[in-house]
Each structure stands twice: as C-alpha cells, then as structure tokens.
C-alpha cells in the first residue's frame, strides 16, 4: 500500500512509505499523560491537541500548551483551534507559531450544541463564505503548515463541494475528514464513500476519520477511501497498540494481539502518567473520576456482557480502581483483549447510543453532490 498523495509538505511518517496514522484529538483525553502512555505503546506518526478555544479576549490554555511542549514523544504535534472571529483565531495561530507544533489545524467538526449554536466547530459548516474567510485569515497567519479537521456537512452534504474548494484555493496542507454529518454525531455509519469523494477532489492528503476500530479496517478503509492514512480517536483509548498494529497490517506483518493482563499494565501506566502530570494535592476521587474517562472505552474490549465496564464506573477510590481491575483484567490474565468492541456496549450512552426511531441516512439521502 502506498499513498498516492503528495506528503512532501507533512512531517516524515515513523515508517515513511507507509500510509500515516494519527491520534485524533478529543477534549479532556488527549492531554499530555495520555500522549506520553501511548508513545510507550507505540505512536501514532501525527499526533493533535485538544482544541484551544478562541474568542476575542481568550488566552492559549496552559494545559494543552504543556501537551505540545511536555510529551516527550518525539512525534509532531498539530495543535487544534475552534472559534469564530477570523481576527482572534489568525491571532492565536501566529501565538501558538512560537511553540514547536507542526501546524495549525481548525476544528470545523464539534458537534456539541453548545459550541455549533455560537457558529463554532460544525456550526460553521452551515456558512461555507465565513469558512472561506477564516482559512484565508489563518492562511495569511500561519507561513507553516495549515490542516482542518472537519465533519462532511451540517445536516447533509449540500456545501460539501464549495467547503473543500476554500480548502484548496487556501492552500490547506493536510484535510481529516469524519465521514458523518454534525448532526449524526456518533452514531449510524461512516459515510467512506463521501471520504473517498474528497480525496478524489483535493490534491492535498486526506485522513480518513471514523470508527476505525482496528488495524485491519484501517487496511480496508483506506482501500475503499485512497486516503493518505487514517485518524482514530475512541479506538485508540481502548485500544492503545492500535497504531503499532496499524504499521504492521500495512506492511503485511502479522498483527500483535494484547492480552487482559497487558490491558491491566496499561491502566496502571496510564493512571501513574495522569498522576504525575496533576497538582500533588489532587484529590484522589477526581483523579479515579479522570481515569474512568478512558476506561469507559477500554471496557468495550474486555468482556461481551460489559460486568467490567458496570464495575469500574461504581469504582470511587484507586483501591476500588484496581480491585476492580484485578478481578477483570487477572481472572483470566492470558486470555486475548478484543479487537473490536463487543457488539452493544456504549462508552457514552448520551452521544453514542441512536435516538429513539431515528435512522440514520444514506449518502445519496445525504443530498451528495447537490
Ligand atoms: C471525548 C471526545 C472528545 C473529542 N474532542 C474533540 C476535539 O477536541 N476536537 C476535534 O476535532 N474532535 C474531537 N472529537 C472527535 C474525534 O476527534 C473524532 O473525530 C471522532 O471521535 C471520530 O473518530 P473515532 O471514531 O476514531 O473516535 C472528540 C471525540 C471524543 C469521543
């Protein structure tokens, strides 16, 4: 497999001549501990911030500047803005041009109500002329690299076409493209094929984005997609090997599989990370509640029933925690960790579980192409 993009203007991938893998961002995840914990098992060749929120007084977030400066993984860091007063946002990328990230990327995805209803995130996928106007602000910003990270539509498919012209004619270096709709939010299916239709339009690479759950369907939806490489976000907390498995599908190795007992290390790795990147007199409740956090994930993985997923989210002190994780994780420490997630469990039932009676559409129902 070999992408047929031009990548010379991203940074070199781990194993260049092979599609790239990244971490997607997600707010209050992928902070600097989170980074570090996956470095340990095997990075992914671009790595994003959570987004910095932009408006006319605000101020880059301490903590998510210490992500690009402290993770220590030796892997390029894009750092993530959502906002949308052109002039704020220009303001903030020239700001954040002193630190050592590999780009800008513009969040034009959230679909958080809160932050769509102010015109923000997968707000402004609905005013295709303000998006022009934002990616020249921070094209005439930014000398270095420039990438978006966008959902296909609002509510359909209808702007599609004129928001990635703005993203060609702006010179954007880099798109990753979650195949769903703002309003779809997490559920029904990915819409590869309207991926596939965006890599076919732009010269610059793609990221395919959207329930790659594992290293073979990254092999497959870059098959159906021609995307430059795939961004996984949820499947990556779960699932921490998964852009070292990623390498090795893609260069027809035989992929590694994890058992309980590694999952078990990789919990307590991860709860020790987030430990020493917070203030010594955090209390331990918060901390134990920051875990649970990733564990709603990793437990889609450890049994069919969800018994680990129920007893985890009761758990309230770190000796809870790990007792819990001791009797799930040791019972059987050899037994292989799930490559999917079990068929029926949710990580969060409020944005991940289909509303009653709704359906999701297809693409053609998408208004693709209007
Ligand atoms: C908890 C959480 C937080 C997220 N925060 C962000 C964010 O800050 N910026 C962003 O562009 N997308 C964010 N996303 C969306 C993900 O980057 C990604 O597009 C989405 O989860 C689909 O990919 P996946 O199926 O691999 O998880 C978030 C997703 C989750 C689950």
């Not at 995805?109 to 209803?117: D, E, F, L, N, S």
């Not at 893609?250 to 430990?275: H, I, K, M, N």
């Not at 134990?288 to 889609?300: E, H, T």
Request: proline fraction near 6%; charge should be positive.
């Amino acid at each position: 497999m070999s992408p047929s993009r031009d990548l010379s203007r991203l940074p070199d991938g781990i194993v260049p001549e092979l599609p790239l893998t990244a971490l997607a961002p997600m707010q209050n995840i992928t902070d600097v501990a989170f980074l570090r914990t996956l470095a340990h098992y095997g990075p992914p060749d671009y790595f994003f911030t959570e987004y910095f929120r932009v408006h006319a007084q605000s101020r880059l977030e301490r903590h998510i500047l210490a992500t690009i400066t402290e993770h220590g993984s030796g892997r390029p860091v894009f750092a993530q803005l959502i906002g949308e007063d052109a002039a704020a946002l220009a303001r903030a990328a020239r700001q954040l041009c002193a630190y050592p990230i590999a780009g800008i990327d513009l969040n034009l995805g959230c679909p958080a109500p809160q932050v769509y209803r102010k015109n923000a995130g997968g707000g402004l996928l609905r005013s295709p002329e303000r998006v022009d106007a934002i990616l020249g602000a921070l094209r005439d910003a930014v000398s270095g690299r420039l990438s978006v990270k966008m959902r296909i539509g609002f509510d359909s498919t209808q702007h599609l076409d004129v928001l990635l012209g703005s993203i060609e004619r702006h010179g954007v270096d880099l798109l990753s493209l979650h195949g769903r709709t703002v309003r779809e939010m997490y559920f029904g299916g990915v819409h590869y094929d309207v991926i596939a239709h965006a890599v076919a339009r732009l010269a610059c690479p793609v990221l395919a984005n959207g329930e790659v759950s594992c290293a073979d369907k990254a092999f497959r939806v870059l098959e159906q997609t021609q995307a430059a490489g795939v961004m996984i976000g949820r499947h990556a907390i779960r699932n921490p090997w998964i852009f070292r498995q990623c390498r090795q599908r893609f260069s027809g190795q035989a992929v590694s599989a994890p058992t309980l007992a590694d999952v078990r290390e990789y919990v307590e790795r991860l709860y020790r990370a987030t430990a020493a990147t917070r203030a010594l007199d955090t209390d331990e409740r918060a901390q134990v509640c920051k875990l649970k956090r990733y564990l709603n994930f990793i437990a889609l993985g450890v049994d069919a029933h969800g018994a680990f997923l129920h007893a985890v989210r009761r758990a309230e002190t770190e000796s809870d925690l790990f007792r819990v994780c001791d009797e799930h994780l040791l019972r059987e420490p050899d037994k292989v960790f799930a490559d999917e997630p079990y068929p029926g469990l949710i990580a969060r039932p409020r944005c991940e579980a289909e509303p009653q009676g709704g359906k999701p559409r297809s693409a053609a129902q998408l208004h693709f192409g209007n």
